[in-house]
């Protein structure tokens, strides 16, 4: 009826692998947050950028990296 096993295992692996990629785009956005506050464009602009990342960690970071002010 029940399985034993290896199944227990997978679920652990694939649970530490979503942390590790979880704690990336975490500091990821941290990184971007911490750019966007040191850019010098208006204050306006970089609370919206910053909720942008917050709102939208993965989607954010990415749109923020191709549209986001440049140096």
Known sequence: MWESGRRGTNHVKGDS???IIG???FLADIWAIIKIVQSKVA????VLWVLLVLVLP???LII?????PKK
């Open 43 to 46: 204050t306006g602009t970089k």
């Open 23 to 25: 704690l990336l785009i």
């Open 17 to 19: 692998m979503n942390g």
């Open 58 to 60: 993965v989607v954010g």
């Open 64 to 68: 923020w990296y191709l549209m986001g």
